[in-house]
């Protein structure tokens, strides 16, 4: 077809630049590749960069990403981060107020995928799954049974950051017959459990501490050796949260010293490093930062972005805003 003037209309309709500066799944690439053209920060050499950077209003990251104020002061047309994740700890939130950036994440959508998995490493810790499998497979049966561990149901659970995922894992305890108390920012009255004003309080009433928390400056460093050891050689530690909440050298020290029962850790402090020394316990169960790993999880997580997104495009209302 051609125009009253002869001349072909361009039917190339240029697809948005959204620089991504994190890993992300390819499910959510494809789905934001159909309207937007998605440039890996990584693959930009600093002058590339430099010559695409105005161009960028939406810049895509992960939980676990770092966005920092001069990331920002090099995008001057940034107007949102989109993360995937809950948790945005390594997001600059001054700079993107000061910068007028909008951030969103995906809430709600993860609760439960990481209340289970918190339930999941308060069972094998405490009952020793991942050793006991050890134990089976190097031939150990034969010789005689496996060592006796420590039950969960009825013990006292302490969750530390009554938040979203915080309720869900209580929820699930509740099955497990578990006295609940919690230790938050704000009390939750509504919500029937018990709130223990000092975490130190917390950690000397619980069999089980469960941390829920973000990362970032306030929470850092939260649980150290005395919370640790007020928790006693049967207690055990859970972190879904964030590895910064936990002060790695102390929980190390402490489960080596008998101090501490046991822990299930799907976060660490330098991640993907895990230390050695954490490793190979027999009262340690670890697990790759999963919380939120399942396809529909995933799914339902890549679908938020791309709403949050879009609502950004069209000058709505972000669907899950951060701030
Ligand atoms: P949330 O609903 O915001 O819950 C966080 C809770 O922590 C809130 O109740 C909050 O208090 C409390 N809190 C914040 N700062 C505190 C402080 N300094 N002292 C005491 N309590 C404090 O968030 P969520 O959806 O439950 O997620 C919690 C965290 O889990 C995320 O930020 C993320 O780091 C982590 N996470 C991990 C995974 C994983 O794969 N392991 C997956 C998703 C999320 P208020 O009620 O007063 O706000």
Known sequence: MTTHS????????????????????????????QDHEIVDFNTLTAAAFRERAPEFEILLTNGEDTVARERMQSLPALGLIAN??????????????????????TPDVLTDDVADLAMGLLLAASRQFPAAQRFLESGGW??????????????????????????AVARRAWAF???????????????????????????????????????????????????????????????????SVVEEDALIRTLHAGELGGAGLDVFATEPRVPNELQGLPNVVLTPHIGSATWQTRQAMSALVVENIRAYQQGLPLVTPVG
Request: net charge positive.
């Open 84 to 105: 995937f994740g809950v948790g945005y700890d390594g997001i600059d939130m001054q700079a993107a107020a000061d910068h007028g950036v909008r951030v969103s994440n």
């Open 177 to 243: 017959d578990m006295p609940v108390r919690y230790f938050s920012r704000r009390q939750k009255p509504g919500m029937g459990y018990e709130c223990e004003p000092l975490l130190m309080g917390l950690a000397t009433w619980a069999d089980a501490l469960v941390v829920c928390l973000p990362g970032g400056k306030e929470t850092k460093g939260l649980i150290d050796a005395k919370i640790l050891q007020a928790l006693g050689p049967q207690g055990i530690l859970v972190n879904v949260g964030r590895g």
């Open 142 to 167: 034969a010789a005689g049974g496996f060592t006796w561990t420590r039950r969960v149901s009825g013990s006292r659970l302490g969750i530390v950051g009554m938040g979203r995922i915080g309720e």
């Open 6 to 33: 002869g001349a072909r209309p361009d039917t190339t309709v240029r697809r948005t630049p959204l620089l991504q500066h994190a890993p992300l799944p390819d499910m959510l690439l494809e789905a934001l590749s």
